[in-house]
């Protein structure tokens, strides 16, 4: 323990990044609401109407923020120093306004993703490895795009139609009015209740190992393109069983019911870990910045040169 | 399993079960059966003390926790998710001003 000489403690400067668990290793999320987060001592408090809570941020992945919840300054700085993304979220966690920055440090992963994207080659590589993790038989080879999209309407319509009768909730249609909440069917919430975890998760996932959730590879032209990408390879397996579930289950709450059950849900499926290999094995490799303090390198067409020098 | 300003016999009692590393606080590995007895014990005869007690659970934190006697911690789940929750000077002040709108057919 060093003491600073003012008398007042020990003061860290910067976070030593190894101490910081894993992604995968962590807790998946923590939603709020009407809660004033601030940061005291070196911890982050959040004055919930229960009481005074205190945050295991280092160890969160991502802290979901929604209607009535103030930040300080210092709490964010505290949260970012964590790697614990933060996401501004609807009620009910239904909606994802804004997001802001995980643990990553270095631009490796994030140029590897965009070369990737850039050429359509590899896009299509990619596109297709991400139909092809949705079914665990395999697709047949030679498959146009459009073929392949036909064959995941299918699956997707399958296990809408399987779900349906295994719980015995009427099963129409997916329909969900961004502007009146209230008058989507039971059934219809719940999804969208479970999707909008899903993807917060995706979105903190994308953000922690370092890639953009903006360059979607089948989704496009959105900022959260790529997340809704990740979300996709996951939501009728996750969200699904819980959602029918709690959709037959008669009682208030079901948002939030929908919430609970997923926490279990995707802890048993050890979500957090399988979106992070997932994800190296989608966009390649696991190469790690050697010293994520340094200054970066400067680009040049004969290959970067040394940043952080003088060149003159 | 900690314990506070409990009556000396609280504590004789679970010296018998569990290692006590420091003054009140108290651990062991005890079955789903014994946990559950000593804690019903401790939550008997506790009187004006405190305890908690921690038991590794399959959740996702990897454990979960109980609490007697304290009136200004109370646990907190949210969404399966358990916190503690203090009820504390800062608290009351902000209290007001955080709580949720009151609903409009209430007024």
């Not at chain 1, 668990?21 to 998946?28: A, H, I, L």
């Not at chain 2, 409990?6 to 079955?31: C, D, F, H, I, K």
Request: proline letters at 5%.
């Amino acid at each position: 323990m060093t003491g600073n000489g003012a008398g007042n403690g020990i003061i860290w400067h910067r976070q030593n990044l190894r101490e910081l668990p894993k992604f995968r290793d962590g807790t998946s999320y923590l939603y709020l609401e009407h809660t004033r987060l601030e940061q005291d001592g070196r911890g982050v408090r959040a004055y919930h109407p229960e009481g005074m809570i205190t945050l295991p941020v280092a160890s969160l992945g991502v802290l979901l923020l929604g209607p009535g919840c103030s930040v300080s300054h210092e709490a964010v700085k505290a949260l970012s120093d964590t790697g614990c993304s933060v996401l501004w979220v609807g009620e009910g966690g239904v909606r994802l306004y804004a997001s802001g920055l995980g643990e990553s440090r270095s631009a490796l992963r994030l140029q590897r993703q965009a070369r990737l994207w850039a050429n359509p080659d590899t896009r299509l590589r990619v596109v297709r490895q991400m139909y092809a993790m949705r079914f665990p038989g395999g697709l047949p080879d030679g498959l146009t795009l459009q073929q392949i999209r036909g064959h995941e309407g299918a699956r997707v319509r399958d296990a809408y139609a399987r779900y349906s009768r295994a719980y015995g909730v009427r099963w129409e249609q997916r329909q969900y009015k961004q502007t009146d909440w209230e008058r989507a069917t039971p059934i219809n919430k719940a999804l969208s209740a479970g999707n909008a975890c899903v993807y917060g998760l995706a979105h903190a996932a994308i953000l922690a190992t370092g890639y953009s959730p903006a360059l979607g590879f089948v989704h496009t032209g959105k900022m959260l393109s790529f997340v809704y990408d990740v979300a996709d390879l996951y939501k009728i397996e996750v969200v699904l069983p819980t959602a029918f579930r709690e959709a037959a289950t008669p009682g208030d709450d079901l948002e939030r019911r929908v919430r609970t059950g997923l926490r279990d849900h995707m802890t048993n499926l050890r979500l957090l870990e399988r979106m992070a290999a997932d994800l190296h094995l989608l966009l390649g490799g696991d190469d790690m910045d050697p010293d994520p303090t340094a200054p970066g390198d400067l680009w040049d067409p004969l290959g970067d040169v040394q940043g952080g020098v003088n060149h003159a | 399993m900690t314990l506070e300003a409990v009556p000396p016999s609280l504590r004789g009692e679970l010296s018998r079960w569990l290692m006590e590393v420091q003054p009140g606080v108290y651990v062991g590995n005890a079955t789903a059966l014994v946990r559950d007895l000593l804690w019903d014990k401790a939550v008997q005869n506790a009187r004006t003390g405190r305890c908690t007690q921690i038991y590794r659970a399959n959740n996702e934190q990897g454990f979960a926790v109980r609490m007697y006697g304290d009136p200004h911690r109370t646990l907190v789940s949210l969404d399966g998710f358990q916190l503690v929750a203090i009820r504390n000077a800062r608290h009351i002040e902000l209290q007001g001003e955080y709580d949720p709108p009151e609903d409009d057919d209430k007024l």
